[in-house]
């Protein structure tokens, strides 16, 4: 079974800083790298995802960061805010159709 | 749109005991998916369809049962429930590369 590991498992950061949330994939055959974003009590929505035909992506504080090479991708949270405080999950395409193998997430606090 | 809705949303059974959950989508979307979520375990996913009449097993699909008979509704099907199974489960459906996920049910089995 193809694998997403996603690191650190949790993370604190102050008010405006900057989060950091790392993924690494197996599966290359896929042209697809999304971030989930889940508050809780809620179902996961996608935050932003990018194809990698680009090393880059930015949707106004949210940026991934790709690198095809050492099969990485990384969300970065510029200017974090209280209201970012969720469960981050990276995933990769996994199976037929669309069936995507979800990291075990990122739990960010952002303290004000 | 409704989007992606799940029933119930709490459940509680006992060891042994059976059950199904419904999730419907009003997106007309091809895609289906069902998947269970723990502590430090992430999103897993336990079966998937591409299509109306079709599905497919995922990461952790023993135990449970599903069927697409019509385009709009997945339904995941427990024959005998075990307290491993407790756990919350998010169905989703896809046009594309994109999902989107149902509110969650929260499966207790003691």
């Known amino acids: 079974q193809q694998q997403v590991k996603q690191s650190p498992q949790s993370l604190i950061v102050q008010k405006g800083g900057i989060s950091i949330i790392n993924c690494a994939y197996e599966?290359?055959?896929?042209?697809?790298f999304p971030w989930y974003q889940q508050f809780p009590g809620k179902g996961p929505a996608l935050l932003i995802a990018?194809?990698?035909?680009?090393s880059e992506k930015k949707e106004g504080r949210f940026t991934i960061s790709f690198n095809k090479s050492a099969k990485q991708f990384s969300l970065h949270i510029m200017d974090s805010q209280p209201g970012d405080s969720a469960t981050y999950f990276c995933?990769?395409?996994?199976?037929?159709?669309?069936?995507?193998?979800f990291g075990k997430g990122t739990t960010l606090s952002v303290s004000s | 749109n409704a989007g992606v809705t799940q029933t119930p949303k709490f459940r509680v059974l006992k060891t042994g005991q059976s059950m199904t959950l419904l999730c419907a989508q009003d997106m007309n979307h091809e895609y289906m998916y069902w998947y269970r979520q723990d502590p430090g375990m992430g999103l897993r996913l336990i079966h998937y369809s591409v299509g109306e009449g079709t599905t497919a097993k995922g990461e952790v699909p023993d135990g449970y049962n599903v069927s697409r008979l019509k385009k709009q509704n997945f339904l995941l099907g427990l024959e005998s429930a075990a307290p491993s199974q407790t756990s919350v489960y998010f169905c989703a459906s896809s046009l594309s590369a994109e999902q989107y996920f149902g509110p969650g049910t929260r499966l207790t089995v003691t």
């Open positions: 599966n290359t055959a896929f042209d697809y």
């Open positions: 995933a990769n395409l996994g199976g037929a159709g669309t069936a995507l193998i």
């Open positions: 990018i194809r990698p035909d680009v």
